[in-house]
């Protein structure tokens, strides 16, 4: 094990399958020269050369269709998107293109692409680049959607996101970039996609999370904790599929359901847990299903602390599922 | 790349004629309520897709769009195949999932038709970027109308392609119309080749005549397989039915249809391989009962072929 930066996983990464497989390659803007936008490719290009790490102009749509054609012949993209927000300009390209391309001609295609975007507050950069927009691609049939809460997790995701046959929205969280943790030394460190994390154990409410948001739901647990409360954290870390079997089983063992995520709490993929759990396993439930999420409003500039939910929304809501808030 | 012989202006014609019967039959067989939804028909602009193919190998690719039968065909699909596909059955190439509107084959290189207009031209592009990566010398054709000329996927592609210099056709099929808007609605300028200029690559204009498009298509392909990068081809061409079959035009009124009509690109061919002698009467008429045939036997397996069940619909949505 050693000690590294999220940022510097990504990188890694990339850097490693890079090297696995000739097909792989990183294609964005200021990825190549600049290194990355926040520096998730710092000196590939000088290793790699611009065959492989591509840059271009600014064209989300052109680009991110570019790569869905490529990995249709072949090759296995990796697209970074500089800023989640940026994503809305290649739409088409993500829905209508690459989640639907190997349906729709009949299976003919596979479409092994990644497209990685860091999302969320944390800059002060106000609407249009601090947003979460997971759950709009966890609603499209064809994508699968990553999350990843620590340099431990980005690597192991990612790496495993760039071997699967399926696109892949690859969300990174910009308050982490700069996080450190333990990541195993060599280059085989594969998490699988599609299962959960319980990141911690506990017995009177199950909380689960995604991204920055299970850092902040760990600090919830070990706060409550000195209160007596016993709090199981689950890192969902693959938001499309996700691990229904991990959830239910911690529901059925705390029965108390706590969902949190920085996104917008309606229609969030906190409704879709909270249904799911509410449709096949109400029984098992002891107390109402709280959700912890930013309220209903675009990000705001300068009161950008008091919008992003944060470990002590969890803890008043896993409160509120014990009726002692 | 130099002009056509006998031999290919011959299988010009043959192939002209089997996507205007072809997609004749598309509309006998639609209006009969057989196949489904939309279908929009390329009869009158059979010259380009014939005059591109012929410089194309199996594993060039090509993309289309809603308008796209007559590359598929030229590209080499299997008609029954095709045809059950758009009949919505379970041995059509996509599984009866697609319809006239999303047919592929990769197989071919036709890497499929898309219902978002100016949405398969980066993918294409795309196509491009990997023969480039890997070496080949395989070239990638986008075909698309004047209306898509105006998305920002096409101004968005024609940068990348030739920032990145790639492999390359961006052959426009400049019909006069984007569903019910004609041209000087949609775009200022008259000739849509010169957009090519922003891009730093060379914008060709050719008439709706097959020898004409099959030698600027040569040129272009020819240059994008050494590595000299991308070509916009516009070709003037017109629209004989409408948008989509169905389409009254009302909005053009019948003498204009009837003067774009007037002029065919296949009878002038036939009439120029006639007087030329490259054709006889009789070859003509043995083409014509050959490519009846097979079509009648296209309708036929897509008639027979069954529908795919309700538990096939989410088969391989995930690898
Ligand atoms: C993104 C998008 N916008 C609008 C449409 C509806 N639409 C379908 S075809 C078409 C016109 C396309 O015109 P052109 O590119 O000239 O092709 P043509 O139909 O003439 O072959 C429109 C507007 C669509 N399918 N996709
Ligand atoms: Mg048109």
């Given at each position: 094990m050693k000690d590294i930066r999220y940022i510097f996983a990504i990188k890694e990464a990339m850097e490693e399958e890079m090297e696995r497989d000739e097909r792989v390659f990183l294609i964005g803007e200021d990825v190549g020269l600049a290194g990355g936008s926040f520096g998730a490719s710092r000196d590939l290009f000088k290793k790699f050369g611009p065959r492989r790490v591509v840059d271009t102009p600014i064209s989300e749509a052109g680009l991110t269709s570019m790569a869905a054609g490529a990995a249709s012949c072949g090759l296995r993209p990796i697209v970074e998107i500089m800023f989640?927000?940026?994503?809305?300009?290649?739409?088409?390209?993500?829905?209508?293109?690459?989640?639907?391309?190997?349906?729709?001609?009949?299976?003919?295609?596979?479409?092994?692409?990644?497209?990685?975007?860091?999302?969320?507050?944390?800059?002060?950069?106000?609407?249009?680049?601090?947003?979460?927009?997971?759950?709009?691609?966890?609603?499209?049939?064809?994508?699968?959607?990553?999350?990843?809460?620590?340099?431990?997790?980005?690597?192991?995701?990612?790496?495993?996101?760039?071997?699967?046959?399926?696109?892949?929205?690859?969300?990174?969280?910009?308050?982490?970039?700069?996080?450190?943790g333990r990541v195993p030394e060599g280059t085989d460190h594969l998490i699988p996609l599609g299962k959960a994390d319980v990141k911690r154990q506990g017995s009177d409410v199950t909380v689960v999370a995604v991204s920055r948001l299970v850092n902040e739901a760990l600090q919830a647990a070990s706060d409550l904790e000195k209160d007596g409360v016993s709090v199981e954290v689950i890192d969902l870390m693959t938001v499309?599929?996700?691990?229904?079997?991990?959830?239910?089983?911690?529901?059925?063992?705390?029965?108390?359901?706590?969902?949190?995520?920085?996104?917008?709490?309606?229609?969030?993929?906190?409704?879709?847990?909270?249904?799911?759990?509410?449709?096949?396993?109400?029984?098992?439930?002891?107390?109402?299903?709280?959700?912890?999420?930013?309220?209903?409003?675009?990000?705001?500039?300068?009161?950008?602390?008091?919008?992003?939910?944060?470990?002590?929304?969890?803890?008043?809501?896993?409160?509120?599922?014990?009726?002692?808030? | 790349m130099g002009k056509p012989g006998k031999e290919q202006m011959i299988e010009f014609y043959r192939q002209m004629l089997r996507i205007r019967r072809a997609e004749e039959k598309l509309m006998e067989v639609f209006s009969a309520g057989e196949i489904l939804g939309f279908l929009h028909v390329s009869i009158g602009q059979e010259a380009a897709p014939v005059g591109v193919c012929a410089h194309l190998r199996d594993d060039d690719y090509i993309?289309?769009?809603?308008?796209?039968?007559?590359?598929?065909?030229?590209?080499?699909?299997?008609?029954?195949?095709?045809?059950?596909?758009?009949?919505?059955?379970?041995?059509?190439?996509?599984?009866?999932?697609?319809?006239?509107?999303?047919?592929?084959?990769?197989?071919?290189?036709?890497?499929?038709?898309?219902?978002?207009?100016?949405?398969?031209?980066?993918?294409?592009?795309?196509?491009?970027?990997?023969?480039?990566?890997?070496?080949?010398?395989?070239?990638a054709v986008a075909t698309f109308g004047d209306g898509a000329t105006n998305q920002g996927t096409f101004h968005e592609s024609l940068n990348l392609a030739s920032v990145l210099n790639l492999p390359v056709i961006f052959l426009c099929e400049n019909n006069g119309w984007a569903e019910f808007s004609p041209r000087p609605v949609h775009a200022k300028i008259e000739n849509l080749a010169d957009r090519a200029a922003s891009y730093g690559m060379p914008g060709v204009i050719v008439p709706n005549d097959v020898v004409e498009i099959y030698e600027a298509c040569g040129?272009?392909?020819?240059?994008?397989?050494?590595?000299?990068?991308?070509?916009?081809?516009?070709?003037?061409?017109?629209?004989?039915?409408?948008?989509?079959?169905?389409?009254?035009?009302?909005?053009?009124?019948?003498?204009?249809?009837?003067?774009?009509?007037?002029?065919?690109?296949?009878?002038?061919?036939?009439?120029?391989?006639?007087?030329?002698?490259?054709?006889?009467?009789?070859?003509?008429?043995?083409?014509?009962?050959?490519?009846?045939?097979?079509?009648?036997?296209?309708?036929?397996?897509?008639?027979?072929?069954?529908?795919?069940?309700?538990?096939?619909?989410?088969?391989?949505?995930?690898?």
């Open positions: 989640m927000d940026f994503v809305t300009c290649a739409m088409d390209s993500i829905v209508n293109q690459i989640a639907k391309m190997r349906y729709m001609f009949g299976n003919q295609y596979t479409m092994p692409i990644v497209v990685r975007m860091p999302e969320g507050a944390g800059l002060n950069a106000g609407p249009q680049h601090s947003q979460c927009l997971e759950a709009w691609f966890a609603h499209v049939p064809g994508l699968k959607v990553v999350m990843a809460a620590t340099p431990y997790d980005v690597k192991g995701l990612l790496k495993s996101a760039i071997r699967d046959d399926n696109p892949v929205v690859f969300i990174e969280n910009k308050t982490l970039h700069a996080m450190k499309q599929p996700w691990d229904k079997e991990a959830v239910f089983n911690s529901v059925g063992k705390t029965h108390r359901l706590v969902i949190a995520h920085e996104a917008v709490k309606p229609f969030g993929i906190g409704a879709e847990i909270a249904a799911t759990v509410a449709e096949e396993l109400l029984d098992e439930l002891d107390a109402p299903i709280m959700r912890v999420g930013a309220p209903f409003v675009p990000i705001h500039y300068s009161l950008e602390k008091a919008y992003v939910p944060g470990s002590r929304d969890v803890k008043n809501a896993v409160l509120a599922t014990l009726q002692r808030a | 993309g289309t769009t809603h308008r796209g039968h007559g590359y598929a065909i030229a590209k080499g699909i299997d008609l029954k195949r095709a045809m059950a596909e758009l009949f919505g059955r379970k041995d059509g190439y996509c599984m009866g999932r697609s319809g006239s509107m999303h047919l592929a084959d990769l197989s071919k290189g036709i890497m499929g038709a898309n219902g978002i207009v100016g949405g398969g031209i980066p993918i294409v592009t795309g196509a491009g970027f990997a023969a480039k990566y890997k070496g080949t010398d395989q070239v040129e272009a392909v020819e240059r994008a397989r050494r590595g000299g990068g991308p070509t916009l081809i516009e070709v003037k061409c017109d629209r004989w039915y409408g948008h989509y079959v169905g389409d009254a035009q009302k909005y053009r009124g019948k003498e204009k249809v009837d003067e774009a009509m007037a002029k065919d690109c296949i009878k002038e061919f036939e009439a120029r391989l006639l007087k030329e002698k490259i054709l006889k009467p009789a070859d003509v008429e043995k083409m014509q009962a050959d490519i009846a045939a097979e079509l009648a036997e296209a309708v036929d397996f897509a008639r027979r072929c069954p529908y795919p069940e309700p538990e096939d619909m989410a088969v391989g949505l995930y690898v």
